[in-house]
């Protein structure tokens, strides 16, 4: 009988640390609001809004911010936006949750060319390569034309004219 209050006070100990671990989702379910906002911002993209479709995504990703998808979409966003240093970074948030993303770090890498870091750019796609080793990967396509083409901005830029004296 002088065991009962230590095995009562147990049992509740264990019921309480076990209650939040089986309420907690699997990594790979994302809330189903947040992929109907992501999709709601790909068409408001598509339809060259591109700000409201950022504003959309970043609601995605407060909704779950597990949804890597949300995070590529956001950097594409940022990218025709010509914010390649956002884009850059809103593909190291979705390569955080899953690092072999190949569409992460094919936008990633295109991001990387605009700014001019074409090593690091080869680098993504040489990763891309070996993911994709012995099928087609459309990413390793995409981003090694993005590479052969070199930065659109820097050549959508107006020649500097010369100083003179």
């Known amino acids: 009988m002088r065991f009962l209050p230590h095995l009562v006070l147990a049992g ?4 309480a640390i076990a209650s939040p671990v089986m309420s907690q989702r699997a990594d790979d379910q994302i809330q189903p609001k947040s992929v ?3 999709r709601e911002a790909k ?5 060259g809004k591109l700000e ?3 504003d959309v995504l970043e609601t995605s990703l407060a909704v779950d911010p597990r949804n890597r998808a949300a995070f590529v979409d956001l950097a594409r966003v940022a ?3 010509h914010l390649y ?4 970074r809103m593909t190291m948030k979705a390569l955080l949750l899953e690092p072999n993303d190949p569409d992460a770090i094919a936008v990633q890498g295109e991001a990387m060319v605009e700014m001019g870091a074409t090593a690091r750019a080869q680098a ?3 990763k891309l390569q070996t993911l994709c080793a ?3 990967c459309p990413q390793a396509v995409q981003l090694s034309q993005a590479i052969s083409r070199g930065p659109t901005v820097a050549s959508a830029k107006a020649p500097a004219t010369p100083k003179s004296n």
Request: glycine fraction near 10%; charged fraction near 20%; hydrophobic fraction near 45%.
């Open 12 to 15: 509740f100990a264990g019921v």
């Open 36 to 38: 109907e906002l992501q």
């Open 43 to 47: 068409a408001l993209a598509s339809a």
């Open 52 to 54: 409201q479709a950022e």
């Open 79 to 81: 990218e025709k936006q």
């Open 85 to 88: 240093g956002k884009a850059i």
């Open 124 to 126: 993504n796609l040489q």
């Open 134 to 136: 012995g099928r087609a």
